[in-house]
């Protein structure tokens, strides 16, 4: 079985490069809290099958942070429109990559 993963809050700004997803991993019978750092790129992608998935509209939950010179969005989702990705679409051309687990 794939792992998958309920995305219930994304985390990015204006300045940087990467998106933080905070969720819950689902890996068999298994489930933990997770976060997976994704490119800026990839966002568009998760946010189309998130919205699709649950049928919403993913600006509705966003929140903006007026930081000085940085602006932080948080889009944090209810539990009704957490959908479970697969793991390897989410990460898409990342999944390569080497992975750390931290406990």
Sequence with gaps: MNKRFAIQHIWFNNQDPEVTLVGRIQDDILT???KLI???????????KI????????????????LGFITEYEISFPESAQQFIDVNEVLGAQQNLVRKIVA
């Design 51 to 66: 919205q699709q998935a649950a049928s919403i509209e993913a600006s509705d939950y966003m929140c903006r942070f007026e």
């Design 38 to 48: 994704i490119k800026m790129s990839q966002l568009n992608g998760i946010i189309s």
């Design 32 to 34: 933990y809290e997770s």
